[in-house]
């Protein structure tokens, strides 16, 4: 009789433990807005998230948060066949928890079937289960044609490709140009991290490099692919390359109806927006909450060794951009020389938006 009342309050206790999970899970949350403590419960993704490691404890640690990713591939860094594998590899282990992004190569520019073999590789990948192809600045940085000019991406040795792409709906990952800061002097670069990443990458720093294309060349060439392909499923990475205004940025959503973007890398460049005029930011983000995708831009790769570390880092990261966004707390930015900054808190539904279903829309091909 005793084990019998046992058994019965074990399967009470049980039921009503698995009631309260799947209610804390629920992504149509009844909350009008989420909490601190909600972030571990909350379907995520970390739409912008460089996974270039065959170790799969990130991708485990980051499902415990119930955080995904979206991994795009880049042509730079590891090989683009070795990235292409790892990924592969962790797409068929992982499925909807990991998507990645293909990438091609160009050093063929200017020969004959140029734009042929890039079709030919966004065709692998894609067979391979990418979510869409990632295209990276060094198209307009870097690539230079026989004459010594820079290659833009509205160059129409580049035409075909997205043709393709908007006649298969690929959806493509851009990370054209760069922060406005890329093209000021270092003390007056808005950002701390900015200022960091120039300051050691002085072959990006476009202040030092007056013979390249402008910041306005850059966003122009884009803009071009945008009007020419008004079907392209296409993301602007690093909030388009327009992080410095969330007003111009509105003109580009008003301008091409498919026009989505990421937060990867840029949040700073909203907080420190939002110093000045906190509620332009909110209502920004509440207008376009269909088209701006959270993501991180961190990256774990072969020599991240140190576990622990890393992953405090990546809940660091994660938990700070979610106080931001989805709650009214302060946060102290050290980009922004420590100073505090009040959250956004977006309305949940919009959350839910921002840090899941967009993604999930936008991904699928
Ligand atoms: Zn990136």
């Given at each position: ?44 993704i970390d739409a912008h998230f ?20 979206v991994?795009p ?28 992004l ?30 869409g192809?990632k ?36 959806p493509v990952l851009g990370h ?58 296409f993301s602007g990475a690093h909030l388009a390359s327009l992080e ?5 940025l ?9 026009l989505k973007v990421d937060l990867s890398a840029r949040i700073?460049?909203l ?17 376009y909450?269909?088209r701006i995708m959270y993501g991180s831009d ?23 951009d ?32 921002i840090f899941?279903?967009n993604s999930?829309?936008f991904f699928?091909?």
């Amino acid at each position: 009789m005793k084990t019998f009342i046992l058994y019965h309050i074990r399967r009470f206790l049980l039921f009503t433990i698995s009631l309260a999970l799947f209610s804390s899970c629920s992504v149509n949350s009844e909350k009008e807005f989420y909490t601190v403590g909600d972030f571990p419960s909350v379907p995520k993704i970390d739409a912008h998230f460089h996974y270039n490691t065959t170790d799969t404890r990130y991708l485990k640690f980051a499902d415990s948060l119930n955080m995904w990713f979206v991994s795009p591939n880049v042509d730079a860094g590891r090989s683009i066949d070795e990235q292409f594998s790892t990924a592969s590899m962790l797409k068929k282990e992982f499925g909807d928890k990991f998507l990645f992004l293909g990438t091609f190569p160009v050093d063929n520019f200017g020969k004959p079937d140029f734009a042929g073999e890039i079709i030919e590789r966004i065709e692998k990948a894609m067979k391979y289960e990418a979510s869409g192809i990632k295209i990276w600045k060094n198209i307009g940085m870097e690539l230079k044609d026989q004459y010594g000019d820079y290659v833009m991406i509205d160059d129409p040795a580049f035409h075909p490709v997205f043709e393709y792409l908007q006649e298969k709906g690929i959806p493509v990952l851009g990370h054209l140009g760069e922060p406005l800061n890329c093209w000021l002097p270092l003390d007056e670069m808005t950002l701390g991290n900015d200022r960091r990443y120039f300051q050691n990458n002085p072959q990006y720093h476009m202040y030092l490099h007056p013979e390249a294309p402008s910041y306005d060349d850059q966003i122009t060439a884009r803009d071009n692919i945008l009007d020419m392909y008004p079907g392209l499923k296409f993301s602007g990475a690093h909030l388009a390359s327009l992080e410095w205004s969330v007003d111009e940025l509105a003109e580009r959503f008003e301008s091409f109806p498919e026009l989505k973007v990421d937060l990867s890398a840029r949040i700073g460049h909203l907080q420190y927006q939002s110093l000045e005029n906190p509620d332009r930011v909110r209502d920004f983000m509440i207008k376009y909450q269909d088209r701006i995708m959270y993501g991180s831009d961190m990256s774990v790769s072969e020599r991240s060794t140190d576990y622990g570390r890393m992953t405090a880092n990546l809940h660091q990261r994660w938990m700070d951009d979610w106080i931001y966004l989805a709650t009214d707390s302060a946060i102290v930015v050290n980009d922004l020389e420590g100073q505090k900054v009040a959250g956004l808190k977006l309305p949940a539904s919009v959350i839910d938006k921002i840090f899941f279903t967009n993604s999930r829309n936008f991904f699928s091909y």
